[in-house]
C-alpha cells in the first residue's frame, strides 16, 4: 500500500520560501513518477510539479516555472519541492502524489496521493 508522508509547509510572507518533503512507501519507486499537486478552496486541483526517478525529467506548471525546483533522493524514496519567492497565489494544500503517468499527475488528477500539507503566503 502506497504511503506518503508530507512536510515543509507552513506560513511565509510573499517573496519569501518553502521546502516540501514527501517519503514515499509501499510501492516500487522507480516505476513512478512523483510529484505534488495543489487544491486552494473553490478552485480545482491542479498539478504542479513532476519528476520521474527513473530518468530525473521533470514537468511544471507554467505558473511556477523559475521558481520552484523539484528533486528526488532516490535512496530515500523521497521528494523535495524547494519554492522560492512564494506569491499568494501559491496558498494551497499541496499533496505529494504519483501516478504511471507523468501527464496525469501534472493534469491535477493522479491515482495516488497523501493527506497534503498547508502552505499559506501572506502579502
Known amino acids: 500500500e502506497m504511503h506518503f508522508v508530507e512536510s515543509g509547509g507552513g506560513l511565509v510572507q510573499a517573496g519569501g520560501s518553502l521546502r516540501l518533503s514527501c517519503a514515499t512507501s509501499?510501492?516500487?519507486?522507480?516505476?513512478?513518477?512523483i510529484g505534488w499537486v495543489r487544491q486552494a478552496p473553490g478552485r480545482l486541483r491542479e498539478g504542479v510539479s513532476a519528476i520521474s526517478p527513473s530518468d530525473d525529467s521533470t514537468s511544471y506548471n507554467d505558473s511556477v516555472k523559475g521558481r520552484f525546483t523539484i528533486s528526488v533522493d532516490k535512496a530515500k524514496n523521497t521528494v523535495y519541492l524547494q519554492m522560492n519567492n512564494l506569491g499568494p497565489e501559491d496558498t494551497a494544500v499541496y499533496y505529494c502524489?504519483?501516478?504511471?503517468?507523468?501527464?496525469?499527475?501534472?493534469?491535477?488528477?493522479?491515482?495516488?496521493w497523501g493527506q497534503g500539507t498547508q502552505v499559506t503566503v501572506s502579502s
Open positions: 509501499g510501492f516500487k519507486f522507480d516505476d513512478y513518477v
Open positions: 502524489a504519483a501516478d504511471v503517468w507523468m501527464i496525469s499527475l501534472m493534469n491535477g488528477h493522479p491515482d495516488h
